[in-house]
């Protein structure tokens, strides 16, 4: 029914930038709040950042200054900028958007498969 695809993770050195995307597809009437999370090895999952349909955002205290979360609502799209990263950064970090389907009133979560950011030191 709906697919959240994350791309853009990979290897970068402390200092550097990587740029996140999440598409989500499927039956959607609309998409509300979306977020990423992350999670660490032996670590819980993390809630990163979240932006609300009309752009509201809010981050953890530790990517303040650092992270920038935007989407794209005419294109069902979901982003974060990552700058200055840091090795302790490093995670697999997931979308989640609450998503209304055609025909339903209601929202429901939806998560993506995640995609890896390794910061090297």
């Known amino acids: 029914q709906v697919q959240l695809v994350e791309s853009g993770g990979g290897l970068v050195q402390a200092g550097g930038s990587l740029r996140l995307s999440c598409v989500a597809s499927?039956?959607?009437?609309?998409?509300?709040?979306m977020a990423w999370y992350r999670q660490a090895p032996g670590n819980q999952r993390e809630l990163v950042a979240t932006?609300?349909?009309?752009?509201?955002?809010n981050y953890v205290d530790s990517v303040k200054g650092r992270f920038t979360i935007s989407r794209d609502n005419a294109k069902n799209t979901l982003y974060l900028q990552m700058d200055s990263l840091k090795p302790e950064d490093t995670a697999v970090y997931y979308c989640?958007?609450?998503?209304?389907?055609?025909?339903?009133?209601?929202?429901?979560?939806?998560w993506g498969q995640g995609t890896q950011v390794t910061v090297s030191s």
């Open positions: 989640n958007a609450d998503i209304r389907l055609i025909s339903l009133s209601f929202d429901l979560p939806y």
């Open positions: 932006i609300t349909r009309g752009g509201t955002t």
């Open positions: 499927g039956n959607i009437d609309s998409i509300n709040t």
